[in-house]
């Protein structure tokens, strides 16, 4: 199978209207770049002079999209009448769909807020969404909109169905060129990066602006600062939830060294090539900065989350940061890395520093397709001395694995079963289900080897599938050996003597009714640990409590009281990382 390049196919390919080729306009001499460095100190500051430009930065379905967080913060610092709308939040397997009076609210909001552009930030789920809200707003504004993020980096062309301009690739400095548009009263033609439709209706490419080294001069997102905005459940708040998280989340630079066929990483590495480094790094100082400056935001936070797709790589960056966050940051942190990138003596220094949890992907239990499908480094038997040595250094692996893979064979799931039992116990492990997001190579092979049809890959397919089956969903009645052999893959986090003699029987032997029995046992775990139905929790929640109390341990039942006492509606069971890229 040719697993490279092949099928790595560029979007605007298939487009069918004419695309013409822009010309960029040098904006009067405006250097954004001198912008970018010049305004990194200034504070969040809003601008409310009536003259004052005012934008709109919309996210969908993800109240920590960095992405509206970060713009609305460089506009801030920018000196332009900024707002942040954050429509709609990731309940994990479980979005809520958009409701008529969350539309309104919307409208409504559009319509006080009179911004000159609203700026959407869309991932491919959420296309879908993109357009219902598009369409509503359209109806009581005349603002411009602009899209970005990447599903408009992928598919620009098909973005401007809904919008007036698509941002292709990062739009920091886009951002900026924006900015001084409407200081200018010019319309927006002519930035680099930034595509539309000429009077013509052709598709005019703008190509994709450089991707700017220097992370320092990036903000970090803005946290519960002024004018920011949250529809959920049929409710507007404009408090921000993010200051009651206990699980502080940061990046500490952007990009990616793979190609995993299952990842726009895929599409995103090639596209910029002779664009600039795409891996780049902040500061260990500027990362301490945004710290310190959560930590004043939040109420109660409790541990720190590095969301980086490669996070501790470099020696020297490694070693100044431990040192930095030993000294003034006091809280655990986890973070996320691909196993061949894990290095023993980064771990030494950053478990010294707090590290007490490390993810890492596994993605497929069988070196063949995790190597010639998935297009990821690194074989079973790294991954276990990666685990162990994680292990010997009080670390505590979280291993990532991918599902309902097509290509995966009963053959291939026994092995994965196999790598799974020898990482040993307690063993934390977040299943995920395959998604074919259009144009990734994973679905262009899906596609070829007849596994999927066209239709799934459609934009309604794909959000249907995210947002209600983004986690994996254990099988039913699952009497095939594939499919009780993923439902086994899902129950390995519950080792009791019981559960794993079962597993390792199905592993072995093929057994229909076995298979059946662990099915039944995965359904519960997914009611109890993920969906948290009522039922299953309380008869859990009470098992466990007459257990305490007949031990005589009080203090350990006092705690489970405070705990179910905590809970809130908005809170959701730790499923692993999700994008808020």
């Not at 190509?207 to 905005?229: F, K, S, T, W």
């Not at 063993?427 to 596609?447: D, E, G």
């Not at 009080?554 to 006492?565: E, K, T």
Request: hydrophobic share 40%.
């Amino acid at each position: 199978m040719d697993h490279r390049s092949g099928y790595r196919i560029a979007a605007t390919a298939s487009v069918k209207s004419d695309i013409v080729k822009g010309c960029v306009d040098d904006l009067n001499g405006f250097d954004a770049t001198a912008r970018l460095h010049e305004i990194r100190a200034n504070p969040l500051m809003l601008n409310d002079e009536p003259d004052s430009p005012r934008v709109l930065h919309l996210s969908l379905y993800c109240y920590k999209s960095f992405p509206a967080r970060i713009f609305h913060a460089l506009c801030l610092k920018d000196g332009i009448n900024s707002s942040a709308l954050f429509f709609k939040n990731n309940f994990t397997n479980d979005h809520l769909p958009i409701t008529d009076h969350e539309l309104e609210l919307a409208a409504e909001l559009v319509g006080k807020l009179k911004p000159d552009v609203i700026l959407m930030s869309i991932m491919a789920p959420y296309a879908v969404a993109a357009r219902q809200l598009a369409k509503k707003l359209r109806g009581v504004t005349d603002s411009v909109f602009v899209v970005g993020g990447k599903y408009p980096t992928i598919v620009p062309h098909e973005s401007l169905e809904f919008a007036d301009y698509a941002c292709k690739g990062e739009g920091d400095l886009t951002m900026l060129r924006i900015n001084q548009r409407l200081r200018e009263g010019r319309d927006l033609r002519g930035i680099k990066g930034l595509w539309y439709k000429d009077d013509q209706d052709n598709v005019v490419d703008m190509d994709q602006d450089v991707l700017y080294q220097d992370m320092d001069d990036i903000p970090y997102p803005a946290i519960d600062e002024a004018q920011m905005y949250f529809i959920e459940k049929n409710h507007l708040e404009i408090v921000d939830p993010e200051i009651y998280d206990e699980d502080v989340l940061v990046m500490a630079g952007r990009g990616c060294v793979y190609l995993c066929s299952y990842c726009v990483n895929s599409l995103l590495i090639p596209m910029n090539r002779g664009n600039g480094r795409f891996v780049r790094l902040r500061t260990p100082d500027h990362v301490m900065e945004e710290l310190d400056y959560r930590m004043k935001k939040y109420l109660d936070p409790r541990t720190v989350t590095f969301n980086d797709e490669v996070f501790g790589v470099f020696d020297e960056w490694v070693k100044e940061f431990a040192a930095a966050y030993k000294e003034r940051c006091k809280l655990p942190f986890e973070c996320e890395l691909v196993p061949r990138l894990i290095k023993e003596h980064n771990v030494v220094l950053l478990a010294d520093a707090g590290m007490n949890s490390l993810h890492f992907g596994v993605q497929s239990g069988q070196d063949e397709i995790r190597k010639e499908v998935m297009h990821r480094p690194g074989n079973n038997e790294e991954l276990v001395e990666k685990a162990a040595m994680l292990r010997k250094n009080g670390i505590q692996p979280q291993y990532d694995i991918i599902l309902d893979n097509p290509f995966d064979t009963p053959e291939s799931l026994a092995v994965a079963l196999g790598l799974l039992l020898d990482f040993g116990t307690p063993i934390n492990l977040n299943t995920y289900k395959m998604q074919y997001f259009p144009h990734y190579p994973f679905t262009n092979m899906a596609l070829e080897a007849g596994h999927i049809s066209e239709e799934d890959v459609s934009d309604e397919k794909v959000a249907e599938s995210v947002l209600y089956n983004m986690v994996y969903r254990p099988k039913f009645p699952a009497l095939n050996r594939r499919d009780y052999l993923e439902n086994c893959i899902y129950l390995i986090p519950w080792h009791g003597p019981v559960i794993r003699k079962m597993i390792i029987s199905l592993q072995k032997k093929h057994n229909p009714l076995l298979g059946f029995a662990a099915t039944l046992v995965a359904r519960i775990r997914y009611w109890q640990d993920f969906q948290h139905v009522g039922l299953v929790v309380w008869a859990r929640r009470i098992i466990l409590g007459v257990r305490c109390l007949l031990r005589g341990d009080f203090s350990m039942l006092a705690d489970r009281v405070r705990n179910v006492i905590k809970k809130t509606r908005y809170q959701q069971p730790h499923t692993g990382r999700l994008s808020v890229r």
